[in-house]
């Protein structure tokens, strides 16, 4: 078992990742730009090291400065978290042959997975249902033309590289296609430097489920159910839940078997997730893999009653898992918590928090690293907090959410609480009956004067 392992992270995910690894009796060391001096992960770790000031590319992505933290630490792991270098496989490999365990993928399945073009391909060969489209990257507009033609409007076209949103157009008719190309690829090459693009059918009403999955080094994998991701604001999530009011059994069974055959095609080692699109038949399509923990893990984690923070450790450090397949036997959801102002289309609101009141009680849990008199820079992503309810059924675990979220006071910046507040009152919600495009028609009512 490791001795020592490294945060190369920020925020709640490095104060999560610290706990466990203090549970485990692991000594931590935390990383921190000048910014994040006061942040509760640097305070708790057993050890921190400062990497530079705070802009992302001077300290948190900075390979250089991580390695060097580790080594003068003698750090012998490293664990990523999510986003920054967690799916970076030149960072995976710098950290082989520096003889530190990257607890995360493999070079090579990074860039396997990472590249859309390349993982739907692979998921093919495996038999994992796959949305129609390109084969691969399109070289041409001409080419384009002719697959979004053989394919049918509506057609989405993608980045190879992208993320968050970045490089994606949807296009309903011949017409618009040039347009959405051209600017499609202008936007790739500018957020990834990479204006390659591929495309697949648009699916109709889809709902964003995903599929958390575990392998380890012998090449077995299981899957833990799924996450129903559906809420979201400019392809960015706000709200997901465990498990999804649209499951039937046979699709979680159906879906959970095609995660499986995934994972165990390209020998998988780690905590991952298989995202699917699912139309409103109930088919189901790959989209992409995530080779990292997830930012809602913690949702799967109450459902099932399992450490994922710590299966990954021991993944990693070479231990086998039990293979069992999970049906969640509860249900949690976990709202987003942001620094943003919802009443004024979620802009940023970095600032001081001048007063904290934490929710609390039987099945709320709270995943953050601010505190009363902490200062939202505007360097990083803006979620905050992590608010989770479990109860034994959905309309329980809402009408938790509800009570945590009129509990949960936070003074000195705008925050996502009101919209999460309002959210859980919509019918449609509440209801189940909700898709990706759920949020282009949710309207936020206006806060009331006092």
């Known amino acids: 078992m490791f001795k020592k392992i490294l945060i190369a992270n ?3 995910i490095a104060l999560r990742i610290i706990r466990t690894c203090r549970e485990m009796g692991i000594k931590s060391v935390a990383v921190y730009s000048t910014a994040d001096e006061e942040s509760l992960h640097v305070r708790f770790a057993d050890e921190a090291v400062c990497i530079g000031p705070p802009p992302s590319n001077l300290s948190y992505l900075k390979m250089s400065s991580i390695i060097a933290a580790a080594e003068i630490t003698n750090a012998d792991a490293i664990h990523p978290g999510y986003g920054f270098l967690s799916e970076n496989a030149k960072f995976s490999k710098i950290c082989q042959e520096h003889n530190i365990k990257f607890i995360g993928a493999s070079p090579e399945m990074i860039e396997r997975m990472g590249d859309k073009a390349s993982a739907k391909a692979t998921m093919k060969a495996a038999g994992v249902p796959t949305v129609p489209g390109s084969d691969g990257i399109i070289e041409s507009f001409e080419e384009c033309e002719k697959i979004a033609k053989e394919t049918g409007y509506p057609v989405m076209l993608k980045a190879t590289a992208g993320g968050g949103g970045k ?9 618009d296609l040039r347009k959405a190309w051209d600017s499609a690829r202008q936007e790739a090459a500018a957020a990834f430097g990479n204006d390659a693009m591929y495309m697949e059918k648009l699916i109709e009403e889809p ?3 995903e599929i958390q999955i575990i392998g380890d080094s012998t090449g077995r994998a299981c899957h833990l159910s799924e996450r ?3 809420i979201q604001r400019r392809h960015q999530k706000l709200t997901e839940e465990t498990p999804s009011p649209f499951m039937t059994k046979k699709l979680r069974t159906d879906m959970g078997n095609a995660a499986v055959k995934a994972a165990e095609y390209i020998k998988y080692e780690g905590a991952g997730t298989i995202e699917f699109l699912v139309d409103k038949h109930r088919n189901f399509y790959f989209m992409e893999m995530n080779t ?3 930012v809602e893990h913690p949702i799967t984690e109450q459902v099932i009653d399992y ?3 710590r299966e990954q450790i021991l993944v990693a450090a070479g231990v086998p898992i039990s293979g069992k397949n999970y049906t969640p036997q509860l249900h949690a959801i976990e709202c987003r918590i942001n620094a943003e102002d919802p ?4 802009r940023p609101s970095p600032g001081k928090i001048t007063v904290l009141h934490a929710p609390g009680g039987h099945g709320v849990r709270l995943d953050t690293h601010v505190y009363a008199g902490y200062t939202i820079v505007p360097n990083y992503d803006s979620m905050i907090a992590k608010l989770i309810t479990t109860a034994q059924t959905r309309e329980e675990a ?3 959410m509800k009570r945590a979220l009129d509990e949960f006071v936070i003074e000195g910046i705008k925050t996502t609480i009101p919209f999460h507040r309002q959210l859980m009152d919509d019918p449609d919600y509440v209801a189940g009956n909700y898709t990706t495009a759920f949020m282009s028609h949710f309207k936020m009512k206006e806060p009331e004067v006092e």
Not at 167 to 175: A, D, I, L, N, T
């Open 398 to 400: 809402i009408s938790k």
């Open 307 to 309: 450490d994922l923070v």
């Open 292 to 294: 990292r923990i997830q």
């Open 228 to 230: 129903d991701c559906s």
């Open 343 to 346: 009443y004024n289309d979620f």
């Open 10 to 12: 920020r925020g709640e």
């Open 167 to 175: 490089g994606m157009r949807e296009v309903w008719k011949k017409e």
């Open 207 to 209: 709902r964003h489920i």
